[in-house]
């Protein structure tokens, strides 16, 4: 159903199910698709390497998957899915673990890994 | 800081700031990303119409940006916002209003809209 670019690729954003942070950001082709529907287990493919990826599959942090989400044109989807651990190979929950500030990074709150905002707790 | 692909594309996700629920995906160029830091509003570079593109432009569902996450290899980027309305074209809050069901598309359940799992608020 998923519609695919002329790369045969769409994008993929991975969210916890739990906490609605987003985890990481990949892409997708039909096998990546069609392996992650018949496994349960999170799969992409990746553009450097140009093959099919199991995530977790060296550092054994796989992704169980809960929902897919199709956007309205269909060349887009959200994984909820329950992770095995970080998702991120620096070790941390989310790949997103820094902010524009000005001209450099820095890192987000310490909340962030709750996935919500909050402006009473810091 | 964002790196850009051969295309000169990075992928976009934009996460409601108050709700965590993804409203939308799309593409940046660096001057998609330039014009939404310059004003605080989300616009993006759609590859159909080869254009920098701001959210809203017809509709006057423009996003104001709350913060701008870059994954770790900064070829992602997370925008949180406050949307001044739907994000979809169809008019719904956000454009992952379908799940796969098996070689079908289904609503999402109704708390999708709040962009949380509840098991006991249905």
């Not at 998923?2 to 906490?19: I, M, T």
């Not at 995530?55 to 169980?64: D, F, I, L």
């Amino acid at each position: 159903m998923p519609k695919y670019d002329a790369n045969g690729l769409l994008s993929a954003v991975v969210q916890d199910a739990q906490s609605g942070e987003v985890l990481m950001v990949a892409f997708m082709n039909e096998e990546a698709v069609a392996a992650t529907r018949s496994t349960g287990i999170a799969h992409f493919y990746s553009r450097s390497r140009g093959k099919l990826w199991m995530k977790g599959e060296t550092s054994g942090n796989t992704m169980q998957v809960e929902e897919l989400l199709v956007d309205c044109d269909q060349d887009a989807i959200v994984m909820k899915v329950t992770p095995k651990g970080p998702a991120c190979h620096t070790g941390v929950v989310s790949c997103f673990y820094r902010r524009m500030d000005g001209d450099r990074l820095a890192p987000v709150d310490s909340n962030q890994s709750s996935g919500q905002k909050s402006g009473t707790e810091k």
